[in-house]
Every structure is written in C-alpha cells, then in structure tokens.
C-alpha cells in the first residue's frame, strides 16, 4: 500500500514537472504591446529581457532591442515556442511560480480531498491520468467526510497565512491540471463549505441520472421481444401517475446523497413512455387472447395469489389457464468426476423437479388495456411458483 502511495506520488510529481514546463501560452494579446515596451520574451525558463524597436509590416515578427550595442538588436516571430510579456505579467509569473515550488509538496498532502470539490469549482479540471480518485463522501459516510474537511481547513490555513498572494500559472496546456493550478486549490479550500454542497448536486444528478439511461435500454430491449415489464408500462399508460410515485422514492434518493431532485428529473423519459404506448396500442389492436387448453386448480391458485406486482396488484385477472397438461421433468444434470487420457467421466443426476406453464389474463390497472402474463409452476414434494413473469404482452380485451 505505501508503494502505491509513493509511486503515485512521484507520478504526480512528474506530471508537476512536465507541465509547469510546457505551461506557456501568448496570454496578453499582441496587439496590446507598442513600441517602446519593456517586454520579456522567451519559453519556459529561457527569458531575456529587452525594449521593442519596431513592428513588421503585418505585426507578425517584433524588433527587440536587448543591449546598447549596434547590433544588440534580433527579430523574434509570437508564436508557440516564442512568447512575450509585460514587465508587470513576467513578474507576477515568476513571483507565481517561486511559491508555487514553496506550495507543492504542502498542497499534494491534500490532493485526494482538493480533487473531490473540483468539479464544483470548474468543470474543465482535472487530475492525473492514470490515478483514480473515489468522490466526494455523501453526508451518511461520517468518518470520511469529515477527513475532507479537515484537509481543506488545513489547506485554507496554509493559503491565507503562507501564500496570501498565490495565483495559477500566468497560462495553461488545453487541460486545466489541477496539481498545478495553486490559485484554484486555494480557491477551493476557501470556498469549501459552498462547494460542498454543490457537488453533492452535481454527482447526485450525475448518479441518479445513469439509473434513468437504463429506461432507453429497456425500452428498445422490451419492444424488440415484444414483452414490456410492469413499470414500463405505467410510464407508458399513465406517465403523470407514474412520475408523481418515482418523484417520492428519487427525492429522498436525493436527499440521502445531500442534494435537491431537479424539478424537470423524469422529462427526459416522456418521449421513451410515448414509444412505449405506441407500441402497446399496436400490440393491442393486433393480438388476441387465445386460452390455455388445459386446468390445474392446485397451480393456477398459486400464480394468482403471487400476482403482485405494480400492475398485477391493481389489476383483475379475467382467465387462467394451462399449456401444459401434464408435469414435464426438469433437464438432468451433469458433473464431471474425472478424466483420464481418452475419456472424461460425469455422472449423471436426473431432476427432481417437474414443471407446467401457464398463462393469465389480466385487465388494467388502465382502462382498456389487458394483457397476457406467462407463469411456470414447479412440483418438488410440493407444487411452487417457479415465475411469474413481470414482463407482458398486450391484447385485445374480451368484448
């Protein structure tokens, strides 16, 4: 485990040192400079210092004077391996950057807990590739929160009393590292509390969020088999219904992670419910019940006392029947026992168990929908609801 730690430190350390060397863009713009200027010029730690003399043409390529000779003069084209600064900028650069070395080994101490409200703080931060951190710890996780905290009172202490001034780097590659961006962890540390709050928000929705994606899925995977599972059909039938019932379950779910369910968190899923009623009004017009041949009281007994799911519960089972009219015997099982150089050897266990399907059909709990449920019993030494399908294919009610 101290390997590990040590190792990722040091990754970090690299990463630290890799991009405060390439972290060097144009950041003031080049029209703002005249001639006259005491400029800086240069890349990553190679400066000199000098005084404009003269634009090209088309401003593209600057004159610098860097000495009293005659000749002490040289031509320099803006670009990605040539950048120039005010006085005031190149300053506060360095300044920057001196405390900046001072700061890193204090604020790697509590980079796992920094990482954690970043997010909140500016979406486009992140942190090394190649390292995990686990989120911020929701309000129930006590001991782990509280560790978070602390880090970052430490950490606002360390910034207000020892680099009051701190700033990020005078410019940045396309990613906002932050490891090395001290400003934003001081920023952060400052600003915990609030942005406590608004994480638990952002990885809430983000969270709960994934849970409504597996509806799409659901949706394409019940209308390809022609079987739509029970909540997917009261947000079909009655979406308004439905949401007010998930709006009570996801709220608390929302508190629990120390956030606010969005007022519009379930709109996304009306234009999945709107296909999926399509789809059951089309099933509806074009099946028809067609009744089971055969009758076993003792088993279609059993399968309407366990019809109680969402839709089952609320709904009035109008014929009940059998596919089967006799037990069939479940599928033996095989073991292997050993194998030698020709043959491998099982031994051979017959099922205990038989089996009958069955089928019902159920009217509601919407008004002119009805729908046929399949059931498999199983007999041991008794008989046993082995399923009762949760998922149903639609028809057309008895007139």
Known sequence: MKIKRILTLLFIFGLFLTVGVNAQTQDEPLDSFKVGDLIYYGYMINWRSGTIEEFSKNRSQIKIRYGQGRYDTTWITPGPKVIIQSEKLHLEM??????????????????????????????????????????????????????????????????????PNIRNPPSALSKKWIVERYGDQCAIAADRVALEKKQWQLNAERNRSAILDGYRNQADNNIGNGLIYYDLQLMALDFDGWKAAAEVKEKAEFVKAGAVMPPNFFDRLRPISVEVKAFIDKQSSTNRWVAPKFQDAAAQALAKRNATDEVLKRSTILAIGMDDAAWVRGSDSKNEVGRDSKYIYYKIEKSKNSYKIGRMLVKGPVAGYCQEREFVVRRTTKVELEILDGSGKFVACPK
């Open 94 to 163: 360095t300044a920057s950057q001196k405390m900046g070395l001072e700061m890193r080994p204090e604020s790697l101490k509590y980079m796992s807990s920094i990482v954690k409200l970043m997010q909140a703080y500016d979406p486009e931060l992140t942190y090394a590739e190649g390292t995990s951190e686990q989120g911020l710890p929701t309000p129930d996780k006590t001991e782990e929160l509280n560790k978070v905290r602390q880090d970052l009172a430490q950490l606002d202490e360390i910034c207000k009393t020892r680099f």
